[in-house]
C-alpha cells in the first residue's frame, strides 16, 4: 500500500485534496517550498510534494527522495519543471476539468468590461437609478468586434467556441497553428493585435511569454481596443497596460490575473476603465472540488501504476525510480 509514503503538502492546499492525500499517504506539511524548512528526516522521507505554490530548483534538490510534484491547477508556472525533469521528478497539473469553468468566466469578464454590467449594478445599489435616471449608455459594444485569443489551447478553445456563438469572428496566435481550427492563425503576437481589437490572453505564464502583451502591443489593438486576461499576470507589462488605460491608446481591460497577486496596483485599482477580478476563472466549489480529486489522483497513479493521469509536457518521459 502506499501509506507508508510521505506526501509533503507546500503552503495552503484545497483542504478535499488535503484529506485525500490523508486518506492514501503519510502526509507532512511545510509553509513554502523553503529548503530551510527541511529536516533531514523530512528528506529522508518525503517521495511526493503536492502544492499549488513555489516549487524552485533548490527546494527539489533538498529532498532527494522525491518522485513527483503534483501541482494544483492546470498553470504550472510556480514549479520549475525543467529543472525537475533534469532531477529525474515527475510534475503533474488539473487540465480539462476546470476549462469549461475558466472559459465561462472568460466571457463573463469580456462582457462586463465592454458593457460596464458591474459599475451598472453599482449605479442601481447606490440609488442612483431612481434618483438621477438611467445608467449612461456604454460607450463600447460587443457588437462588430474581432476576437484575438493569445493561447489557443485546452481552454482558448473553449473560449471561441462561446465566442463563435456570440457571432464574432476569431483569430489567434500560438507558436504552432492548431490543425482542424478555421480561426486565422498569426505567426506573431503583434500581428494578432493588429488584426483584432479585442485581444484575449489564455497563455501559460513562464519565461516564453513574460510581458508579452507590451505597449507595442497593445498600441497595434487600437483606441477601441480592449484587452482581456485570464492565463497569467506576467504576460501582460502592467506599467504599459496602467499607462495605455490611462491616455486611451486602448478603451479598457478585464483582467482576472495580476503581475504580484494578491497585490493589485492601486494605479490599476484608480481607472475606472479596468474591470478587476481576485483570480476566480475556476473558483467554483465543484471545479475546485475536481481539481482536488485529479491532485490526489495524480499521486495514486503514480505510486501504484507508476503512471500519473496528467503528466506535463515537461516531464512526459520521467519513469519511475525503483
Ligand atoms: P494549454 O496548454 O492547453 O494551452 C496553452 C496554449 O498557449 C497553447 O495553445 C500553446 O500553444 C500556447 N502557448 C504556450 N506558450 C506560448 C508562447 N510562448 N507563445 C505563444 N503561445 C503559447 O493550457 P490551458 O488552456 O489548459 O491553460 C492555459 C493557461 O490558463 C494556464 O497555463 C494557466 O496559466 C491559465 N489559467 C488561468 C486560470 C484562472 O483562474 N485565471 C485557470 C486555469 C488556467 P503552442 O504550444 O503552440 O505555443
Redesign the pocket.
Known amino acids: 500500500g502506499t501509506h507508508e509514503t510521505t506526501i509533503l503538502v507546500v503552503g495552503a492546499l484545497h483542504p478535499h485534496a488535503v484529506d485525500g492525500i490523508g486518506k492514501a499517504f503519510r502526509i507532512e506539511t511545510l509553509d513554502k517550498g523553503d529548503p530551510a524548512l527541511v529536516t533531514p528526516e523530512l528528506a529522508a522521507r518525503v517521495r511526493g510534494v503536492a502544492a499549488s505554490a513555489v516549487i524552485d530548483g533548490p527546494f527539489i534538490d533538498a529532498l532527494p527522495n522525491l518522485e513527483i510534484i503534483a501541482n494544483f491547477?492546470?498553470?504550472y508556472?510556480k514549479v520549475d519543471a525543467v529543472f525537475a525533469e533534469s532531477a529525474s521528478v515527475m510534475v503533474t497539473n488539473t487540465?480539462d476539468v476546470?476549462?469549461e469553468e475558466?472559459a465561462d468566466t472568460a466571457l463573463g469578464l469580456l462582457l462586463d468590461t465592454v458593457r460596464e454590467l458591474p459599475q451598472a449594478q453599482a449605479w442601481l445599489r447606490a440609488g442612483k437609478w431612481e434618483s438621477q435616471g438611467n445608467y449612461p449608455l456604454t460607450k463600447l459594444s460587443l457588437r462588430g468586434r474581432g476576437i484575438g485569443i493569445?493561447?489557443?489551447?485546452?481552454?482558448?478553445k473553449a473560449i471561441g467556441r462561446r465566442i463563435e456563438a456570440f457571432g464574432l469572428p476569431v483569430a489567434y496566435?500560438?507558436?504552432?497553428k492548431v490543425d482542424g481550427v478555421a480561426y486565422d492563425y498569426y505567426p506573431t503576437l503583434l500581428a494578432l493585435a493588429e488584426a483584432v481589437d479585442t485581444l484575449i490572453a489564455?497563455?501559460?505564464?513562464g519565461a516564453?511569454?513574460e510581458k508579452s502583451i507590451d505597449a507595442d502591443v497593445l498600441r497595434a489593438l487600437g483606441p477601441d481596443g480592449v484587452l482581456i486576461n485570464?492565463?497569467?499576470g506576467s504576460v501582460v507589462d502592467e506599467d504599459a497596460l496602467i499607462k495605455a488605460l490611462g491616455n486611451g491608446t486602448i478603451a479598457a481591460a478585464g483582467l482576472?490575473?495580476f503581475a504580484d497577486e494578491p497585490h493589485v496596483p492601486q494605479a490599476l485599482i484608480d481607472l475606472p476603465n479596468a474591470t478587476l477580478l481576485p483570480?476566480?476563472?475556476?473558483a467554483s466549489q465543484a471545479t475546485r472540488r475536481a481539481m482536488a480529486n485529479l491532485v490526489v489522483d495524480n499521486l495514486v497513479a503514480w505510486f501504484r501504476d507508476g503512471a500519473p493521469l496528467t503528466p506535463v509536457r515537461e516531464t512526459i518521459n520521467v519513469k519511475r525510480r525503483i
Open positions: 491547477g492546470v498553470g508556472d487540465p476546470l476549462t475558466v493569445f493561447g489557443l489551447g485546452r481552454i482558448g496566435h500560438n507558436r504552432n489564455v497563455a501559460p505564464g516564453g511569454t485570464i492565463g497569467r482576472d490575473v483570480h476566480v476563472g475556476s
